[in-house]
């Protein structure tokens, strides 16, 4: 049983009725559970999103321009440089909702435990809202039109990037401007001769605009052809001593999504999440932002919303969260499909936005 934080407190009254500890005690339980957890969660996805500005919903991301001194004599002066590269991007703004409760009988008989239980549903359903359409942001490989809303026009969100784009271009660590290319595919299973990570991990670092070690998010179905690849170095448990003759990893991925470190190969880390569909590898640059989430303009209404409604005799703690998510970095961030000779986003993210 998970207990929400606001929670923790009341576990030696789990087996009571609300009625009987007080509807006061729980509805303080369900605030400090839903502030505390939308604190957690906007620190967890830090590894990979930043917010934008209040207001903005169009931006210019201005890139890092690249160049060389110009030649001079003893007379000369150099011209002014260009300024800065940009490139525009539109952030959409989903609303989603989650409810619990009951009439006035049924709220009598609940038990602590059972309020808890709802809290934990509410949790875990906002974070299922925000990851789905964090992957849909990385897993979607083509511009797409958010409809328009009462305040803005529709808006054209633009997925990593395209080798297809010839008119953005990203300064990359020789000094030039190239084409991104954030999809790949292979149709082969991951072996020995067709391992992708040397590609993923040079991609991802020929540019300027990134930094930082590179993870790779995997869903099971490839951790053991990447466990049989050689080089592959596993973390050291902590429980168990190594002995000679193996390589033993002595670095610590700090701060990551995902269930389990597994290991690093090729100069990359392995990270197995569940939440990775099948076939699909996720890269980024650990220690750069990809991407940006649109909140609400008023601070009242970011994070995950808690209202209690009472109408006659049905009492409901009505949960809402406003977020959307979109590339910023472009090119921190690579997918890779394994099964296939050119990349097809996966089932459940082949249209964006998402259905709820």
Not at 42 to 52: F, H, K, R, T
Not at 61 to 71: D, E, F, N, R
Not at 88 to 97: A, C, I, R, V
Request: with cysteine; charged share 20%.
């Amino acid at each position: 049983m998970t207990i929400a934080l606001g929670f923790t407190g009341l576990a030696d009254v789990f087996s009571r009725r609300v009625s009987d500890v007080g509807v006061d005690v729980i509805r303080q339980a369900v605030d400090v559970s839903t502030e505390a957890y939308s604190r957690a969660f906007d620190q967890m996805i830090s590894v990979l999103v930043e917010d934008v500005k209040p207001g903005v919903v169009t931006e210019r991301y201005k890139l890092p321009v690249t160049g060389t001194m110009q030649p001079l004599d003893e007379w000369g002066r150099p011209k002014p440089a260009l300024g800065e590269t940009y490139y525009t991007q539109s952030w959409p703004l989903e609303m989603g909702g989650f409810a619990w409760g009951g009439n006035w009988v049924a709220l009598a008989k609940m038990t602590v435990q059972e309020a808890n239980d709802n809290m934990m549903q509410a949790i875990r359903a906002d974070a299922d809202w925000n990851i789905r359409r964090m992957l849909g942001a990385l897993l979607y490989d083509t511009a797409w039109t958010f409809p328009a809303q009462e305040n803005f026009d529709a808006l054209t969100v633009y997925p990593l990037a395209l080798s297809s784009e010839t008119t953005t271009l990203f300064a990359n660590r020789q000094g030039s401007l190239v084409a991104g290319n954030g999809y790949g595919a292979q149709a082969s299973a991951i072996d020995a001769n067709n391992n992708p990570f040397p590609t993923i991990k040079t991609y991802l670092d020929k540019f300027v605009a990134n930094s930082g070690p590179v993870v790779s998010y995997i869903h099971n179905d490839q951790r053991a052809s990447i466990e049989a690849l050689s080089g592959f170095v596993e973390v050291h448990d902590g429980d168990i001593t190594p002995g000679s003759g193996s390589d033993v990893l002595s670095a610590q991925l700090a701060g990551h999504l995902g269930d389990e470190v597994c290991g690093k190969v090729n100069g990359v880390w392995i990270v197995e999440w569940s939440r990775i569909p099948t076939g699909y590898i996720v890269s980024h640059k650990h220690g750069t932002k990809v991407l940006a989430r649109r909140q609400q303009d008023i601070p009242a209404l970011r994070g995950l919303i808690k209202r209690e409604i009472t109408e006659g005799n049905l009492t409901t703690y009505e949960f809402y969260r406003h977020a959307g998510y979109a590339p910023r970095n472009r090119v921190a961030a690579h997918v890779q499909y394994i099964g296939g000779a050119s990349y097809t986003p996966p089932t459940g993210y082949t249209l964006l936005p998402l259905a709820i």
